[in-house]
């Protein structure tokens, strides 16, 4: 059974993500999505919560599954018997921050392999991060998220103005 670990910090999901997902569950029998805790970059939704938003999305599709992993990623990789890391290619932009990460987790076990896929061209300018600046100034971003997340998100924003 080939199995792919799409590792990431997910604050939040967005449908260029899933797009990835539904991608890599024509190349891997089971897809791992590792959520990262990822403390460094300040996420607004706690990890419990982005699990949930995830579990939420993607509850039609089979065969992946959601975990929290803490660590080094190549170590998780060999604890999980996976086959390669999946990550989504945008633009030339990701390229340096990607390739620098393959390598490194390549230097940290050499069997670590790291696919990248590219994600439908109306996704490839997502980010979490644009879509939480949008959704701050209460900019509509339903279309760009799953509906879970369009509503957390404007939760969130909201408890914030008070
Ligand atoms: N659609 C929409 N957005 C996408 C996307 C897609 N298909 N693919 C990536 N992104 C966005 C993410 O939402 C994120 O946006 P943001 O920066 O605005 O939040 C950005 O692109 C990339 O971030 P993310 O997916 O969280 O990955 P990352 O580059 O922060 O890396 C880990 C996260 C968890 C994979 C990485 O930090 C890691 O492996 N950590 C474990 C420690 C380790 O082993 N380190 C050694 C490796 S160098």
Known sequence: ????????TFDPITNGHIDIIRRSLRIF???IVAVAPSPKKKPI???HERVEMIREAIRDISNVE???F???????MKRKNAHAIIRGLRAVSDFEHEFMMALMNRKLDSETETV???????YSYLTSSAIKEVASY????KDLVPPIVARRLQDHFKKKQK
Request: net charge negative; proline share 6%; no cysteine.
């Open 1 to 8: 059974m080939k199995i792919g670990v799409y590792p990431g």
């Open 29 to 31: 029998d089971k897809v």
């Open 45 to 47: 939704f706690d990890i």
């Open 66 to 68: 959601i975990e929290i």
């Open 70 to 76: 803490e660590g080094l990623l190549a170590e998780y």
């Open 116 to 122: 990248f896929l590219m994600p439908s061209e109306e």
């Open 138 to 141: 209460g900019g509509v971003v």
